[in-house]
């Protein structure tokens, strides 16, 4: 059974410009990330969902909605010159010759992943990945990194952990611990027996999580476990 929790107080808050934001590995309490307007604000982990997340605000009703999830940077080469454009090797995806690159010329490119939230009129979500779009190009690859470290930040916090239960079946037990992020999401992850000893008695636990931006919109982001502080 789950052990509830108190409610706990808000995170402080935090600002960050794209392009002023630190290496990873900080430790701060984070301020409640900013969603799409119709972004269900709740998330939580339905026992019968297929799903990793489910909405238990039964007033947000069904919806779409779209979250940054991922970055990567592919290294390439200038293709086809077409005017103000230019194809990229190996896909000859199509993409503005801002920098004007010659024919051959290596290059790397940021390349995007987003995550469609898909709400039923039962409040559980399906997650659908959409494929690799490519933002922007570069000439060196330490340009690329700059932004990407920017986009993908790395921090440490304290997180509320709702409770912690054990399943069992055919004679084996699980363990499970389920935490509120501070964007109001609910998650949960296994937990070997040392854990589940150590959560079962606290309300708070710090963990380190990633917090994916939106390239066009840095105030728009997702955040995502990484792991267990200590």
């Given amino acids: 059974m789950l052990r509830n929790n108190e409610k706990a107080a808000d995170p402080a808050g935090r600002e960050a410009a794209f392009g002023s934001v630190s290496g990873q590995g900080r430790t701060h309490r984070l301020r409640p990330l900013i969603w799409l307007p119709a972004l269900v604000l709740l998330l939580v982990l339905g026992a019968c969902s297929n799903s990793s997340v489910t909405s238990t605000n039964a007033d947000d009703g069904p919806g779409v909605n779209t979250v940054p999830w991922d970055y990567r940077i592919q290294e ?11 194809t990229v090797l190996p896909d000859n995806e199509l993409l503005a010759n801002d920098n004007n690159y010659a024919t051959g010329q290596q290059i790397w490119t940021l390349q995007s992943m987003s995550a469609t939230l898909t709400t039923d009129d039962q409040g559980r979500n ?28 790395s921090v440490t916090t304290d ?10 079946l055919n004679g084996e037990t699980r363990n499970f611990a389920v935490l509120e992020l501070p964007s109001g999401n609910r ?36 955040a995502k476990f990484r792991g267990w502080a200590n």
Avoid: C
């Fill in 126 to 153: 399906d997650v659908q990945l959409s494929g690799w779009t490519t933002l922007k190009s570069y000439p060196d690859e330490a340009s690329a990194k700059t932004d990407l470290e920017n986009l993908k930040v």
């Fill in 187 to 222: 998650m949960k992850q296994p937990v070997d027996d040392a854990r589940y000893g150590k959560l079962k008695d606290v309300k708070e636990v710090a963990v380190v999580l990633e917090e994916v931006h939106d390239f066009a919109d840095y105030d728009l982001a997702y």
């Fill in 76 to 86: 390439g080469s200038v293709g086809d010159l077409i005017g103000s454009d230019m």
């Fill in 159 to 168: 997180v509320d952990v709702v409770g912690v239960y054990k399943t069992a």
